[in-house]
DNA sequence: ACCGAAGATTAAAACGATTCAAATTCCGCG
DNA sequence: CGCGGAATTTGAATCGTTTTAATCTTCGGT
């Protein structure tokens, strides 16, 4: 019991932070002329406001999130939901990043939620807006007739997914033109002398299925190749089991000669799948590149690149426009496919 | 102007959200008295306790976390902070789904700062610190004397950080034992006869750089194997700079026979490299490994696990102990490597 | 019947910001 | 000299919760 430094409730003191108040006794002026002056409101006369900007610049001064929120209900916080196991890799980084780039500067914060697709999809947003969690939703795996987009829709809730749906009602987006993705690819394919092309898609579940078919059929249609869409496997089997198929149906007498893959870890699969077969040599493919790892795992794949980065980007934009100006037409945005094939 | 239906101020609108005031109300109570049954005060009567329980279940109540935070100064949120550009390939999603584990049902959410280390690493920290952003923090990428740590210990503020420092005041952290990893690869590469071991390890600035070299030293020591440590590159470099330099080295007279990769990317780039140099045959390393990728790429690859996932949860439950009991002596892991070589 | 002590409930004051309505100051002009 | 109104500033209420310090009941004991 020798100094008796027994007074620290919590660790963590110091000097009590800055708050209107504090503004308010340096300043002379009343809390409310504080809290106006720093809203630049053109009530308060300019001096004042310049004043008092300079002694909070000077203390340091940064208004408390949780009670401006309480007062406005404005949580300036943006919410991003992701699932770390099925997006692909470096899908969630990217994201991340262009999503960083567009939030920057603006006073939003980004929350992440991870969730995992096998649960229900649609507590956590229920949460989120009852709960007045955040201002904004962003979320991706968007399914013809989401029920989180029809959820959002009705209660009149700031969002915007990756990937569309097939409601009559717009609503924003952000979705890569995987139409023309596979269009390219499969004209590549049959370019390169392919006659029986597979494609591996993702589930009945995502929109965007449906958008690859459609670009394949196009090709198809054009060109008269022959054409076959595995129903045993999808993109978001597990990499073993469809390593598995594609090293059953390699061998095969109407094997595909070519492949188009909707991500990289299908095509890593597939290449195995064949490999293990003893037909390495005649696994040929096109895949859409998100990493760009592919092209560093064998110099000679022909990869059709999906700008992720540039997907964050333009989601934070949106939702920032939307949040803004509720009542413009909503924001929606195709990104073109970024074609690499060598020549 | 028929159905007068203009008194929509903002878009979403539905039943005002219940609050306390509204189990008050409903049960005739007074709101100190429902809060207090709510948390299962012993001096409210068990009868009200249960009454009020079960009005709140009825209406779904759920505290406002904005009231409460600003009341208790308690954000119920943990932040983690990554650097998307920097982590490697899945290594942000394991970290992510094992952390969710960590924190399901606690109450706690999660915020994910994405940061760019080329920043200075402290401003984010210090915003979210004295701005009372959230209860605990979590970064990655350790210095061995981090200027994060230094900052956070003297501040008081809970944390834990992946990777140890040489700080003599220990605070809590996770850490993967790398250098048992280095001398297990070592060993490995010895048992298979290479005469020539080169390890490519992160730079200066993080502390397990020491730890791989020391893993590294020690079965030098005990095999008297010759080593190279190159300081033209390190796991940091973008992989095009490392391919290029292990392209340079392949044909050197004392070109090293054996690799230890800290990181897929870096196996990767330097099985490039010297496939470049037409010395593919001769590369041999053992790398790393986190997504599991390379036995994926390379079915002969050889590979040490680390277990980022687990590293997730342990970082989590060791941050919400130490909230809890900051008194404690502060958590601490090193995990084990996880050895996969065929035999 | 009254005292006092549990036992149960509650009024009221925070926490820090915004905002409506009201009050104050300042001018120019009749 | 005083009035009207514009220009500024401010008091007070509010958001939903927790918590301190009462207040109100009840009841056994004398």
Redesign the interface.
Known sequence: MPTGDHEQP?????PP?PTLKTIAEMSGLAVATVSRALADDPKIAEATRKRVAEIARLI?Y?P????R??RTGR?MVINLI?D??F?V??F???L??GL?GALEGTGY??????HFTEEDVLPPIRRIV????ADGLIFTRTAPFDERVRFLME???PFVCHGRTEFTEPHPWVDHDNEAFAYAAAGRLVAQGCQRICALLPPESLTFRQHLRYGLMRAVRETGVEFHIPDEVTLDSP?DRIQAWAQAIATTPDSPDGFICGGEASW??IR?GYRAAGQGARFRAVAKSI?G?LS??D?GAEVIHEDIEEAGRLLGDHLLRRIAE?HLPPPQTLQAPVIQFRD
Chains 1, 2 share one sequence.
């Open positions: 919590s660790v963590r003191s110091g932070r340091g940064e408390d999130r949780a009670a929120r309480l949580t992701l770390p196991h997006e890799l470096g969630g980084n990217a991340l990043v960083t914060n980004l929350v992440v939620t991870p009852t709960n007045r969690q209660q009149g809730f990499m890593l699969a195995n990493s790892i560093q795992i110099a509720p």
